[in-house]
């Protein structure tokens, strides 16, 4: 069953067209990759999937339902959330308010419930991820070393998502290990029947975890093939090349 | 379902070492709050409190900083306006915006409260004041956020043209009240003479507890603090970052509106453009208090520190007897110390 569907997506900065004529579809419980080599437009899409960039022209659809304005509230609202490539966190700011910003816990007159969030933030960065150093969930964003930010940036995706996952290059400051386990974590969310859109320049990630693999091409989608029809040497050949064989 | 980034048999859970005791919370909000500036100019605030206390002791005649008159009729009448103007820039300052029409606009409020006392009574004026600086405040946000241009210039042009405002509703000459109008009750509320201490002093309590509630209990500061530390991670979690910067205008704007009605009742009169020295006092208070220049950092307690910092040295130089010009030599280069000093901070948060 398809969750997203996208159709016909452009995307222009001025002159240059970044996005051209996109169509794709991501279906509910699915593991999609979405390939493609440096300004290949990956990045883009996945803005305009969470919402947070508009599309300069093309169709959004929800549960075969047409979103007529997309927006990141509208896209929160339907339960995507999305680990972007520069973590998108506030350095100045606390793990806790930078995990609620935005979101935050508060009484009927906008006051903060600080100890709660506090204490939600210690369980999830304790149980859904865990890595060493980080000393209180007080601690400001911006004194974590790379690979720690980008696990609290996890943690808030993870804790909020309802239906879709994006990760754009969610593995660049992680290590072996912690890349392992989030893939196996993507994985699992399918029995949870959670989405997941995983961009990603890693070929052999992708190839191991993704049911469906999307090769784009300078704003363009040059291939969209399940895992049992393709092989990494296909991937990598459209990925490099631009072409597919 | 977990995922673990690290191995997890060595690792202490985060659960496991929260302070469990009163003491204990009380030493990690305190280790929380290093590296945001606040704590390190208090120490220096304290340092130099210290010294001219001892200077005064010692010398009373040669240094009267402790005399019922210098505390009562300058310091606690000085501070007061300063800080409530540093907590409307520094709030503008932490959600990444500057105002330098500040003084401009206390300039047209205050004429606005006085010609309004004068035809109507001090509480509407006091309204309208108000309501006046809140008005010019959210303008110059809509000029921001809408053309996208820098706010220093966009309201360093506005002050021009605020100065330029009160100057054609009021003319050069200054506006005074008229007789009857500064009763005695307008000046207890607002400058009145307690002793030790004035009015003003409590105008700042109150603003100043009202203030950190906002900046630091409420969600409104969080997202201040959001926008300003990083517009692009604020957007990706749903906050509008125009609303946000609106708001802390317009918050600036009642800062600015209750200082202007606070300065015209002192001073019973106000002239147009003669203010202007505040927009940078202001400025300089919130960033030696702590407040960054590009935004996302800053704390209400520091900003008020970093206004007494200011006008007690300034006090200090000026019973010291020493020549005028040292004030803004020191205003001048605390504030590119305090700058330097939060650039080295941002550098290794805690």
Known sequence: MTLLEL???????GPNTVLDDVSLEIGRGEVVGLLGDNGAGKSTLVKIMSGVVPMSSGRYYWDG??????????TERRGVET??????????????RNIFAGRELTNRFGFLKLKQMDEITTEILDTVVSIEG?????????????????????ARAVHFKRSLLILDEPTSALAVRATEALLNYLVGLKAEGISSLLVTHNLHHAYRV???????????????????????????TAVVEGVVR | MSIALEERTTRLRLADSRPTTRLGRFKENVYYLRGRGALEISLVYGAILL?????????PAGFPFLNENNLSGVLSQSIPVLGILAIGAGVLMIAGEFDLSIGAVIGLSAVVFIRVSNEYGWPLAFVAAVASAVAIAV???????????????????????????????????????????????????????????????????????AAWFLLHRHRFGNKAYAVGGNVAAAKAVSIKPNVVKLQAFAFMGLMTGIASVLIAVRASGMQPATTEDYTLLAIAAAVVGGCSLTG??????????GAALIRTIENGLIIGKAPGFYVQLFVGVSIVIAAVFNKLMEGRAT
């Not at chain 2, 010294?51 to 010398?59: C, K, L, P, S, T």
Request: aromatic share 8%; proline share 3%; with cysteine.
């Open chain 2, 139 to 209: 303008v110059n946000g809509l000029i921001v956020v809408l053309t996208k241009i820098p706010s220093f210039i966009a309201t360093l042009g506005m002050g021009f043209f605020w100065t330029g405002a009160s100057i054609f509703v009021n003319g050069l000459s200054p506006a005074v009240f008229a007789p009857g109008v500064r009763t005695e009750r307008l000046v207890s509320l607002f400058a009145g003479d307690y002793g030790y201490f004035r009015s003003q002093i409590v105008w700042l309590l109150l603003i100043g507890v």
């Open chain 1, 7 to 13: 159709r016909g997506v452009t995307k222009r900065y």
């Open chain 2, 296 to 305: 996302g950092r800053g704390t209400i307690f520091g900003m008020i520190v």
């Open chain 1, 83 to 96: 680990i972007f490539q520069d973590s998108a966190l506030v350095p100045t700011m606390s793990i806790t």
């Open chain 1, 134 to 154: 980080i000393k209180s969930a007080k601690q400001l964003v911006g004194s974590l070393s790379g690979g720690q930010a980008q696990a609290v940036a996890i």
């Open chain 1, 210 to 236: 993704c049911d469906r693999h999307i090769v784009m091409n300078h704003g363009r989608k040059i291939l969209d093939v399940r895992r049992e029809d393709t092989s990494v040497e296909e991937l990598t």
């Open chain 2, 51 to 59: 010294a001219f206390v001892v200077a005064a002791v010692a010398n």
């Open chain 1, 65 to 74: 339902e047409e979103l007529a304005h997309v927006s990141r509230p509208e």
